[in-house]
Every structure is written in structure tokens, then in C-alpha cells.
């Protein structure tokens, strides 16, 4: 009996050491985490009093420039205001003093303390004098500046009513000279157009019986293999016997164009898309086009054409009449075309 007793005492087990270790851990925590508010709190609390420090501050030096501002915009009408107060002081004892030198004519008997008085109102007199004096020359540096101030801005109106004249004058004289420009432009054009014409028409008359030669809107053109041998630059003897007409033409048309018309006759040379073989002279077809119209153009400066009336450029195969890729299209391609335009 004793023995289970002992055993049933054995196992029960006593939770409340553990409890208030338990407890007393919480409590600890707990203080901890309050002490980390009270702290944090504290901290909070004087950065906003610092910075309500700062504000008040600010707001009192606001205040201050604010009145100073006031001040010295009040600064004026006080000068203004303190200058007719001296004055009505003045008026003041100016009667004050007449009337006591009027008794004081009156009777002698009060003649030493009526000169006490009239010396003392003299001196204030003096005083306010002086003052007014003052007021008077602040009033009148203040009236100079407000001239000066004023001159300045009649002459920076005068100014710029001088500049707005001479801008409207020079709009009208611009619109002027664009509108005679244009028509000056335009009277130009014409002339060229008809002499181009001329040019035309009589290429026509010469060039008429050849074939292998057309006209493309305002461009004569000449077709390679009528002026030079396939894959060259030298002008073969057909092709010379056109250029010497083409020389003819444009000497007899150069003496009926008036000097004042600026022409030049452009010599454009243009290949096939067909790419070079690479062993010949030239490396492309850029190359081979730009040969070929300076070869006209220094044929014709060789049969007395002036050089400054010819220009050569060459597009090897960039700029085709066709864009078909056909014998007949490489064909029509390969050309020289000559354009009269005005430099």
C-alpha cells in the first residue's frame, strides 16, 4: 500500500516552476517592448519639437521681412506726411511769433518774457526749419528719380516705336523684293523654256533621221552604241559626226540666248545593270557611265563649246528608263542624255 503511494507521488509531475519561469519571460518582453515605445515615443517627440522649433522660426522671420517690407513701403507717404506737419508747424509758430511781437510792441511791460518766449519759439522755429529743409531735399532727390525714371522710359518707348517702324518698313520691303524676285524668277524661267525650245526644235531638224535617237520628255537621248564601242569611252566616227551637230547647235543657239540667262547643257551618262567584268579599265558601271559623259563633254568643249556651259555626271545604272530585265530594256538603258537647264 505504502509502495503504490510512493509510486503514484513518483509520477506526478509539478508544472509551476515552469509556469512562472514562463511568465516572468513574457513580463520581461513585455517590459522591453514598452521600454522600446517610451524610448522610441521620446525620440519622436523631440525631432517634432525641433522642427516645430524650426517652423516658428521661419514663421517669425516671415513676419519680420513682412514688416520691414511694410516699412519701408510706408517710408514715402511718412516723409510726405511729416513734411506737411512741419509746415502747418511752421505756419503755426510764424503766427505764434507775429502775434508775440505784436505784444510785445504793444507792451513794454511784458517785453522780457515776451523775448524769452519769442527766442524760444525763434529756436524752434530754426529747428522745424531745418527739418523741413531736410524732408524738402529728401522730397525733391525722390521727384529727380521719378524724372529720370520717367525720361527713361519715354526713351525706351521712342526706342521701340523707331525699331517697330523700321521692322514694318523692312516686312514691306522684304514682301517687295520677294514678289519682284518671283517675277523676275518667273520671266526667267520663261525665257529659258522657250530658248530650251529653240534648243530642241533645231536637234530635232538635225538629229531627225537617225533612229537610235529620242526625245524623253525635256532630254534628248542618245543610245550608248550609237556614240561609243561596247564596254569604252572613245567616241567612235559615227558618234563624233552627231556630236559635231550637237557642237554646231548649241554655238548657234548660244549667240541668240541673252548673256544675263545662266545656262548650262548637262551631259548625263547611264549603263545597263549588267555588272563590269573586272578587267578591263574600269572597276564599274559608275565608273564607265562618268567616262562616257565627260568624253562628250570635252568633244564638245574640243569644237569650240565654252567648258562653264557644259556639266557631265554619270549614274552608271541607277536611274533606268525600263526596269525590266531584258535585253531590250539593258538596251534602251545604256544611253547619254543631254538637258539644257539653268545653273
Do not use: C
Not at 513574457?26 to 519622436?44: C, D, G, K, R, T
Not at 532630254?219 to 556614240?227: A, I, T, Y
Not at 567648258?307 to 544611253?335: I, K, M, S
Amino acid at each position: 500500500m505504502a509502495l503504490s503511494r510512493g509510486r503514484r507521488g513518483h509520477r506526478s509531475v509539478d508544472y509551476w516552476p515552469g509556469f512562472v519561469d514562463a511568465l516572468s519571460s513574457l513580463l520581461l518582453a513585455f517590459m522591453f517592448l514598452l521600454s522600446v515605445f517610451v524610448i522610441a515615443q521620446f525620440l519622436l517627440s523631440q525631432e517634432v519639437s525641433s522642427r516645430d522649433e524650426v517652423l516658428n522660426r521661419l514663421n517669425s522671420q516671415i513676419n519680420e521681412l513682412t514688416q520691414l517690407l511694410s516699412l519701408e513701403q510706408s517710408n514715402t507717404q511718412d516723409l510726405a506726411d511729416a513734411l506737411a506737419n512741419m509746415q502747418a508747424s511752421l505756419a503755426v509758430v510764424e503766427s505764434e511769433k507775429s502775434r508775440l511781437e505784436q505784444l510785445l510792441a504793444a507792451g513794454s511791460g511784458a517785453g522780457a518774457a515776451a523775448d524769452e518766449r519769442a527766442k524760444a519759439l525763434a529756436g524752434q522755429l530754426d529747428t522745424e526749419r531745418q527739418l523741413s529743409q531736410r524732408a524738402m531735399s529728401q522730397v525733391e532727390l525722390l521727384n529727380q528719380q521719378i524724372a529720370a525714371l520717367r525720361s527713361q522710359i519715354g526713351a525706351l518707348e521712342a526706342a521701340l516705336e523707331v525699331s517697330e517702324a523700321r521692322d514694318r518698313e523692312s516686312n514691306t520691303k522684304i514682301a517687295d523684293l520677294g514678289r519682284r524676285l518671283n517675277v523676275a524668277l518667273a520671266q526667267r524661267v520663261q525665257e529659258l523654256n522657250r530658248y530650251r525650245s529653240d534648243f530642241f526644235g533645231r536637234l530635232r531638224e538635225i538629229l531627225s533621221d537617225r533612229e537610235n535617237i529620242r526625245i524623253v520628255g525635256d532630254r534628248f537621248v542618245f543610245q550608248s552604241e550609237v556614240l561609243f564601242p561596247s564596254g569604252s569611252d572613245v567616241i567612235n566616227t559615227a558618234g563624233q559626226d552627231e556630236m559635231k551637230k550637237l557642237a554646231d547647235a548649241i554655238l548657234e543657239l548660244q549667240r541668240e540666248i541673252p548673256p544675263e540667262i545662266n545656262w548650262v547643257l548637262r551631259v548625263d551618262g547611264h549603263t545597263d545593270n549588267v555588272p563590269l567584268s573586272g578587267t578591263g579599265r574600269y572597276r564599274d558601271n559608275w565608273e564607265l557611265s562618268s567616262a562616257r559623259a565627260t568624253s562628250v563633254v570635252k568633244y564638245l568643249i574640243a569644237n569650240g563649246v565654252p567648258a562653264n556651259r557644259l556639266v557631265a555626271a554619270g549614274f552608271g545604272e541607277y536611274q533606268p528608263l525600263d526596269e525590266a530585265d531584258t535585253p531590250e530594256a539593258r538596251n534602251r538603258n545604256r544611253r547619254i542624255e543631254l538637258k539644257l537647264t539653268e545653273r
